[in-house]
């Protein structure tokens, strides 16, 4: 059971101001602020709070009710298009995410709003923390294209070294250029809460801006090459095409500016980089041991070390299959790394809201080794199995194969020359990835963004369709 001891006096904290032009603010920032409940593009006040469905709780709903998260069911987790039911996918995955980051949520608003007794000033509860780490753990992963990491991978590759690739960026800015020869998964995640979903509405969903830190795990651009470190700028977390909509997060959350264009991360960000990495970590061992890729005692011996129970054998004793042992300790090895994520961020809150501690939560606790253990045998037994690796090889012609029919296709369109093949083509893109009223955008950053837009946004099996389809491997109805 959980009990959280207060630490320090009741504070709260300096403001930390966001600055555009990289000038340090203030060093410390306030939870008054990094709880905003107002809305990215939206000029209406929050509305009365109804009981039990506050404004965070409203995000959660906007983003489990979206295409873009529907289409998570049958995006890869680690086992790209596989064939059991068992397995788990980035939709099963960021729910699970979700229901870890509420607990961690909950449990430190509870600690919070009892060492800080003004919070209560703002009308929130401990549940309205947990509300705001769930819902930016629900869309975590939203952004990642097909075949996983793997995805991340092909398309950067496709930008850096394929020829198509490489010609499309010629025209573009150093800044462009590297949002797509560093394409991020996170990036695109932002782009489509904010601009592709609902993109009638200024600020797409028209999340809170507390959601929206919250879900910035990397709070940087991707052409950011300066001095500053740690793990919230190990990757960027929007494109220079939103890098408007993240400066208005960034002041409305007063946002501590580290360096230009480079901000402090949001505090509850470091919950949902926790509740990730404890579902994905612990899941896909269990994940891969009904695959049988691991055995038994493999995954026992990893989860016991970060369980730390002597009586655990005992009690594994009295179970009935081998089955029902790995979910119990799948349940007990979630349960230890949750109490101990929720203690050290406590510990280190207010390191983390004036920017001096800048590393995972997981990599400082108790079950550390443990957790690095379960890393090595992912990335040895797990990343590397032949049926992982043989789906994700393949994604990489597809993806690049796809970028480069589909974008040459608009090219031709914008250069006003397509051929009869291009038309073709040109036909299997949805309008809103084309341009204003479904004609071609003038701009060759636009046509690149939303032709990528386009096919990172396209779920496994559909990527792989359409590209049998349009290189003539199979036909509809073959």
Known sequence: MLAFGIIGGHEGGKVGHASLDGRQAEPTMDWKDLLSSARLGSSTSPRPVIAGRSEYQRDFDRIIFSSAFRRLQDK??????????????????SLEAASVGRSLGTLVGAALMERYQDLSDL????????????????????????????????????????????????????EQRADFLRFEGNAQGFRILTRLQSPDNPGGLQLTFATLGAFTKYPRSASYDGNTRGVSVRKHGFLIAEKEHFADVACALKLTARDEGVWVRHP????VEAADDICYHVVD???????????????????????????????LATMGDDKGRIEYLRARSINALVEQAAHHFLDIEKEL???EHDMPLLAEVKATKGMHALRLLGESRIY?????VEVEAAGFEVLAGLLAIFSSAIEAQAMGVPNAKERMRLRLIP??????????HVDP??????????VSGMTDSYAVSLYKKVTGISLPGG
Do not use: K, W
């Open 76 to 93: 890869t987790q680690v086992f790209p298009l596989a064939e059991s039911d068992y397995v788990r996918t980035r939709l099963t995955h």
């Open 123 to 174: 009308r929130v509860s401990p549940s309205d923390f947990g509300a705001i780490v769930a819902a930016a753990c629900l869309a975590h992963d939203i952004g990642n294209p097909p075949f996983g990491h793997s995805g991340e991978d092909a398309i950067r590759l496709f930008f850096e070294i394929h020829p198509t690739g490489q010609h499309l960026l010629a025209s573009l800015s150093d």
């Open 268 to 271: 509850l960000a470091y919950l």
């Open 285 to 315: 061992v269990e994940d891969a041991y009904r695959l049988g890729i691991l055995r038994y005692d493999e995954v026992e011996t990893v989860l016991a070390d970060i369980i730390g129970d002597e009586g655990l054998s005992r009690r």
């Open 353 to 355: 809201r004036s920017g």
């Open 384 to 388: 590397m199995a032949p049926p992982v």
């Open 431 to 440: 309008a809103q990835f084309l341009g204003p009223d479904g004609g071609i």
């Open 445 to 454: 950053y636009q046509r690149l963004l939303r032709v990528t837009d386009f």
